[in-house]
Nanobody, 126 residues
Framework: QVQLVESGGGLVQPGGSLRLSCAAS????????IGWFRQAPGKEREGVSC????????YYADSVKGRFTVSRDNAKNTVYLQMNSLKPEDTAVYYC???????????????????WGQGTQVTVSS
């Protein structure tokens, strides 16, 4: 069974940190770029970050640049999103997804054509 599973979400105070994981089962992530997206209630989905299959290329939305770091451990078949200095506006469901590359439009990371996870909730609140 091919699937992506996100984990690591939770409730954190403003200024705190979380590390999200995106683990693959049923296939290897080695050949795929992995994107992170988020969607808050009543808002459009936002492409947050992306990492190429080789980890040689990364992308960050302006809203998270300097605070979030994407990385991958192909030996563990897992991609991570380290989120620091969290703000209430980071509250959303976070999803990971696969594609063969990080395809960016003039608006940033809009879509990935492969598998998607079920999402993990991140809530930033005091």
């Amino acid at each position: 069974q091919v699937q992506l599973v996100e984990s690591g979400g939770g409730l954190v105070q403003p200024g705190g940190s979380l590390r999200l994981s995106c683990a693959a089962s049923g296939f290897t992530l080695d050949y795929y770029a992995i994107g992170w997206f988020r969607q808050a209630p009543g808002k459009e989905r936002e492409g947050v970050s992306c990492i190429s299959s080789s980890a040689g290329t990364t992308y960050y939305a302006d809203s998270v640049k300097g605070r979030f770091t994407v990385s991958r451990d192909n030996a563990k078949n897992t991609v991570y999103l380290q989120m620091n200095s969290l703000k209430p506006e980071d509250t959303a469901v976070y999803y990971c997804a696969t594609d063969f590359q990080c395809s960016l439009s003039p608006y940033g990371l809009e879509y990935m054509s492969g598998s998607w996870g079920q999402g993990t909730q991140v809530t930033v609140s005091s």
